[in-house]
């Protein structure tokens, strides 16, 4: 739910035409910066053939060689890489790699997604952004948001996780899991305000 939060912010927060922006990203490719410069995203076009060269470790020092020269307040000590996904989608060979701070050990408000080409090693897309949370305390228990997830969708379920996250506020993500018998296995996907205890989204699959 963060990554999808994380886009809508950008897109809001940063047109790409108008203000301080510049439409041009590094090497070319559509980009949006904020107004101290920084590079909010960025997309452009990824190779489609020749062998991928880059290893796993060198796919990651360009992630970060890319962003600590393009985002002014990433800094490689207090992010951690989260997640590292590798794409083969329409001959392409993206690695995307997810950075976030941590608070507690809980991931924290500040986001950076990288899509690195093996081929060439160079950066194709990225999105990064940071926010000020109201706080970063949390109230509300595992089995509280647990309960009010399920108050939420109107039924039982099966928990499959609850995770907390801290964004614009603390929250529990909370994913329901419900066996179909006609139409297929579905899940619900609940945020509740980890501060207040209020539900923040409903989403389903």
């Known amino acids: 739910m963060i990554a999808l939060a994380v886009a ?12 301080a922006h510049r439409p041009r990203g590094p090497g070319g490719g559509d980009a949006r910066y904020d107004r101290a410069g920084n590079l909010v995203s960025f997309s452009a076009e990824p ?4 062998p991928a060269r880059l290893s796993p470790r060198n796919v990651r020092r360009a992630a970060v060689r890319f962003l600590t020269r393009y985002v002014h307040w990433f800094n490689a000590r207090d992010f951690h890489l989260l997640s590292g996904r590798i794409s ?3 001959g392409d060979a993206l690695t995307a790699l997810t950075y976030r701070t941590l608070i507690r050990g809980i991931p924290g408000p500040a986001f950076a997604k990288v899509e690195v080409d093996r081929r060439t090693g160079r950066v194709v897309s990225e999105d990064a952004i940071r926010v000020h949370p109201t706080t970063t305390i949390f109230r509300v228990s595992r089995r509280q948001a647990i309960r009010t997830a399920r108050r939420a969708v109107h039924a039982q379920g099966q928990i499959r996780s609850a995770t907390r996250d801290i964004w614009r506020n603390p929250e529990w993500n909370v994913v329901i899991f419900f066996p179909g018998v006609l139409f297929g296995n579905t899940f619900a996907y609940v945020t509740v305000n980890g501060s207040t205890g209020h539900v923040e989204g409903v989403a389903g699959t």
């Open 88 to 90: 083969h989608e329409q």
């Open 8 to 19: 809508l912010a950008v897109s809001l927060a940063f047109p790409a035409v108008g203000g």
């Open 47 to 50: 190779t489609l053939s020749e």
